[in-house]
């Protein structure tokens, strides 16, 4: 009995470790192994600050949110979280200074430096570009902190709303997600998250399908104005630039639908990075009011991200 | 001299020039056929068809015009002025200069597209000036021009390239743009940029005479008591801006300066007084007919236009450079 006792006590710490350890397996298929559930957890992309919020976990770093610092409907909750630099340009040293047990990444501009990062702490590549990445990268995270539950639990939340939406969405319109402030838009192909979110309330994403893709990529292209003029969409959302859109002084752009029935939205730049389950649904809460405003109401939004009609 | 056998290439090129711009107007999206297009000008038509044909192709296909003329014309008063058959608007520094002004303004102060010609037109005259002033010395040299020209592109060059590194979101739409095309522009950017365009080109045309005397020897033109220094830098500078503007108008777009002296050479001698109207036209077809094949709906994005010249120039010169090596020209 006594021997059986020294052993099982001897044995239990190993068990425990092992019970501990955690290991997930990322979008390059690389295996991702780490020793207990991680807790300083740098983000490289907003979904990665994203997500460890809505799961109470405090990232270590974070990177910029587009041209801004943070992005403003997470803000309070990263006062004290220093920026490192943007999702393409990191600061490997500040990176190190805060010593991460983990660090998520958006896949497409961090690959390269893969090596780099996995010398500074455990490296996860991660796509999100599409709803099904948004959603395997949530439980990916979740396996790795330790919180499968709970990043199970935000996953199911999130479908079930989609499923809600889609049965009381009547459907019937188009829309167009245009980017850039040059004189020929850019438009998403129907696999990008925010396009995708479009099918989820019966609209149809002018942008259209994507015969061949790699990654997700590429994630649209510059529309011709002779087609955006065709598809004639019923609402367009304008995503974020900082500068005037030199496409809407086009001489087509006042023959539009959307324009001339007053259904042009400038939308925040949450919806230009809507993988993290915080962004996702805002996004798509306020895309269903944008499209149905007598139907879905309109979710609570920091001003400075609330879509706007564009003059 | 002018033979019957050229006399018939010019009048098939001149042809082809005229048909280019009704083939221009019917290719696109969606095909607008001969009647289609009589009845648009005639009548209302489609409400689509009509929006497509007045506003987006009719003032596309007369950018695609002047930007070809302006960069032709611009191409042949250089090949002619410094007598070097490989000069082209390109090597004056001010196609760079033009893109590097809006590159460092976009980058430093986000400023919008409507700027863009103010911005371009400014640069590429700095640049220009910058040139000229560099390769003065007791008059303007041709080869001094086109080394002093090379050295600023250089620099321009680099100083894009380190301000586009640092252009975050704009950095798309700068190598958009840079990329060289027509796309998007429209009535407003026509009116923004013509008069820079057209002015010096009917200016050089104008002084077809005196252009024709810089072709020949300094000393003969001195002894016809014209001031060859004074001429030269005149010519150039309506070259440096006519290629300013049109570099505004559709960005850099390549080999048009370069090969339609080329072309026009083997249709008329360079001493015709029709040399430089035939430039102008030449160029207008080509940039045109570059065009259309840009826009062909094949994929869903256009090819940016300076990309079809690239690879219609590219191998065309590379071509010429073989025939004139058997030939004994090179």
Redesign the interface.
Known sequence: MKIIFCLVACCLPLISATAAAVSATDDRGVRVELKQPAERVASISTFGADLLLALGVKPVAVTQFGPFAKPDYLADQLVDVPVIGSRSQVSMEMLSEVSPDLTLAIRRYTEQNAEKFNDIAPYAALNLITLDDSLRAVSFSGALLGRDADARALNQDFTAMLEQYKKKAPGGLSAALLVTGGEVPFTYHDHFLTAQLLSWLNVKNTGGKLSTQVQGLPLGYRVRLENLLQQDPDIIFLFQTNKERAFTQSPIWPYLKAVQAGRVYEVGQHWKEAAGPTARSLVFKEMAHRIYPDIFPMPTLPESMRSKRYK | MITVHNKKRALFIVTLSALIPVLSLMV???FLTPLDLWQLITQEGDR?QR??FW??RL?RILIACFVGAALATAGGVMQGITRNALASPDLTGVVAGSSCMIVIL?SLF?????WFPLAGISGGLIAGALTFALAWKNGLMPLRVILAGVAISSVCIASMTGFLIFS???A??LF??LAGGI??????QLEQTFAWVLIPLFLSILLTQRFRVLLLDDAIGQSLGIAVSLWRLIFMLLAVIMTAGAVTLAGPVGFVGLVVPHITRKLLPEQSVLWLPLNALVGSGLLLGADILA?L?IL???IPLGVVMSLIGAPWLLWLLKRQYRTGGV
């Open positions: 696109g999206v969606e689509v929006i497509v506003e987006l003032p976009t986000s400023i919008d597209a409507q975050g979101a704009e798309g739409d958009f743009w796309a998007g522009r429209g009535w407003m826009r709906p869903a994005q256009e």
